[in-house]
């Protein structure tokens, strides 16, 4: 019998070809991730425009100064920035809180974590029609982010206004259905958090992320009806998948996203619209 075509050395050939198919996909993935060189070093990170790029923007030259590159792209909504981390498209994010990321991965387990907080932005209800929560009449609609994190802190801030009673086991993840009390009888209608700014003229009122109401020029301290309080679960983080935590380039970002000068840029540029969290 002729030994190259014995069962074993198909058998080996086989083996052979596997091995070269998974050396190559590993190789791609590599690739995919690669960070350009460590001189100097790349990082590749997703954000929203207001304020996480601003914030991103002003870092770069003080992050250059260590080595690093910072290539900064920007998306208009909260769920590709953590596909296209997942995907090694990003090396980094920076637009979500912990709580919004924890309920992100309840339906898509991406094995993201949660790492540094540098700010939080007040969530706030603003209004073209009127200056004041008492103003609101009966009947309005009231428009809040329709994510289940941020619908459920938009509905704890509608309660501290006075405007509704929610059903107090419900806690941060409350929903509509936790309403128990709305006297004015208003009406909730969710929607995605990036429209809201856009829906203003045709509601009573809405309840806006700090980075889409400055996006529309409106700010919570200047603007907001009511205000969330600055305590609370909702810093926004850097997000990164385990085996980047420990990469230099990346520690040299969460360094210089928690400066003193960059805790002077948010003070300065944002006027209490949005906190440093450091």
């Known amino acids: 019998m002729n030994s190259e075509n014995s069962p074993v050395s198909s058998r080996s050939s086989s083996l052979r070809f596997v091995t070269f198919v998974l050396a190559l996909a590993l190789l791609v993935v590599a690739c995919n991730r690669s960070k350009g060189g460590s001189q100097p070093g790349t990082l590749r990170v997703g954000a929203s425009a207001v304020p996480h790029a601003e914030i991103l923007e002003f870092a770069k030259p003080l992050l250059a100064k260590e080595g690093v590159t910072l290539q900064v792209r920007t998306f208009d909504d909260y769920v590709q920035p953590n596909l296209a981390l997942a995907d090694g498209s990003l090396d980094a994010n920076f637009f979500q809180h912990t709580p919004y990321l924890d309920e992100f991965q309840k339906s898509r387990p991406l094995g993201i974590v949660a790492s540094t907080k540098v700010h939080i932005e007040p969530m706030a209800v603003y209004s073209k029609r009127h200056k004041a929560i008492a103003e609101i009449e009966r009947g309005e609609t009231i428009a809040i982010p329709n994510d289940p994190s ?96 420990n990469n230099a380039d990346y520690q040299k970002l969460q360094r210089v996203l928690t400066s003193v000068e960059v805790r002077s840029f948010i003070e300065k540029k944002y006027g209490g619209a949005v906190i440093p969290a450091f």
């Open 150 to 245: 941020n619908s459920g802190r938009a509905l704890k801030l509608l309660e501290k206004a006075g405007l509704l009673k929610l059903d107090p086991a419900a806690g941060v993840r409350a929903t509509v259905r936790d309403v128990k009390d709305n006297p004015k009888d208003l009406r909730i209608k969710e929607l995605d958090a990036a429209q809201l700014p856009r829906v203003l003229s045709d509601v009573g009122a809405a309840v806006l992320n700090a980075n889409y109401a400055l996006q529309a020029g409106l700010s919570a301290a200047k603007d907001g009806l009511a205000v969330e309080d600055k305590d609370g679960p909702y810093a926004n983080i850097l997000a990164v998948l385990p085996a980047e935590q």
